[in-house]
Structure formats: structure tokens, C-alpha cells
């Protein structure tokens, strides 16, 4: 059984810096691709962020997001910086993973995000 636990959300003023953690734990043989993805308040879960080809990144989050990942600790961590009230959203880690026997897509369970004054 793999799972993964988002933490670090919380409210933040805008302009203000949060930084995400997402620890994937379990049956772990490897771990592929780590990604951020968000849902705001009646919108689709759309992507932010991932560690393909030493990152990527949604337009509306370039040169303020970084992503990061720590294989030790098999932990994917997203910096935010410079927030505004549009990046208010629940944020999921997602990570394509090898347990014993398959491969699949893993979700976490979210972290919500408030940017607000």
C-alpha cells in the first residue's frame, strides 16, 4: 500500500511565501514523475507543477513556484512565493509510483491554500 501526505498549506497574505511537502510512504519500489496539482472553488483540478525534465511549470505560476524533490526521503516539496488571491485552492501531490508488482498514479488527500488580506 503506497500513500502520500501533503502538509504546509495554511493562510498567507498576498505576496507572502508557503512551501508544500508531500511524503510518499509504503510498498515503494520507485518513484517516477512527482506533480502539483490545485482546485479552486468550483473550477477543475488543473496542474501546477512537475519534476519532468527538472520542472515544469503552469504558465500562471512561472518564475514565482519552484518545485523540488528529495529521492532520500522520497518527499516533493513546491516554494511558493509572491501569492496571490488567485492561487487560493486545495493543492494535490500526485506521483507515479512502482509497488511490488505495478505502476499507478497516487493521489494525496490535499492541502488547502488561502491567500487573503
Known amino acids: 500500500q503506497v500513500q502520500l501526505v501533503e502538509s504546509g498549506g495554511g493562510l498567507v497574505q498576498p505576496g507572502g511565501s508557503l512551501r508544500l511537502s508531500c511524503a510518499a510512504s509504503?510498498?515503494?519500489?520507485?518513484?517516477?514523475?512527482m506533480a502539483w496539482y490545485r482546485q479552486a472553488p468550483g473550477k477543475e483540478r488543473e496542474f501546477v507543477a512537475s519534476t519532468t525534465s527538472g520542472g515544469r511549470f503552469a504558465d500562471s505560476v512561472k518564475g514565482r513556484f519552484t518545485i523540488s524533490r528529495d529521492n532520500a526521503k522520497n518527499t516533493v516539496y513546491l516554494q511558493m512565493n509572491s501569492l496571490k488571491p488567485d492561487d487560493t485552492a486545495v493543492y494535490y501531490c500526485?506521483?507515479?509510483?512502482?509497488?511490488?508488482?505495478?505502476?499507478?498514479?497516487?493521489w494525496g488527500q490535499g492541502t488547502q491554500v488561502t491567500v487573503s488580506s
Open positions: 500526485n506521483a507515479g509510483i512502482t509497488s511490488y508488482g505495478s505502476y499507478d498514479a497516487y
Open positions: 509504503g510498498s515503494i519500489v520507485s518513484i517516477n514523475v
